[in-house]
């Protein structure tokens, strides 16, 4: 039985992890993930590879997700905010996701959220649909 291994350039995995190409690249000089170049001289990492290495991200003992019980968390800028006298709608962009919040516009206020500054979307759901992304 012949076995395909997933592999991703660097690029996409700095994507997948959500930090810059140069910091996955200091990673893999560090030794901190395995990469492998091809004759070409570019480099990829294996897909069961990247995968460890983003659960140990998550398993630091400095992680934010062990504060709380909700694992889903995306740091991004705020792009937009819509008020009314009760409710406020939050419009964050954490890397290439849209992440909508409706609250209520006293939470806005005692937060500080304006555009442009960051902010941390915490997601906690009992569903979550997914879709593979990929044409594989």
Do not use: C
């Amino acid at each position: 039985m012949l076995t395909i291994v997933t592999t991703y350039r660097i690029g996409e995995a700095a994507e997948l992890l959500g930090v810059s190409v140069d910091t996955v690249r200091r990673w893999a000089d560090a030794g901190r993930l395995d990469s492998v170049r091809d004759e070409h001289g570019h480099r990829s990492i294996a897909g069961t590879d990247l995968a460890a290495f983003a659960r140990s991200l998550a398993d630091e003992p400095d992680s934010a997700s062990r504060r709380s019980s909700a694992r889903n968390r995306m740091r991004g800028i705020v792009t937009a905010i819509t008020r009314d006298a009760v409710m406020a709608q939050v419009d964050i962009q954490a890397g290439p996701f849209r992440v909508v919040s409706l609250m209520s516009r006293e939470a806005v206020d005692d937060l500080g959220l304006e555009v442009g500054s960051v902010a941390v979307a915490v997601i906690k759901s009992t569903t979550v649909l997914v879709e593979r992304g990929d044409d594989r």
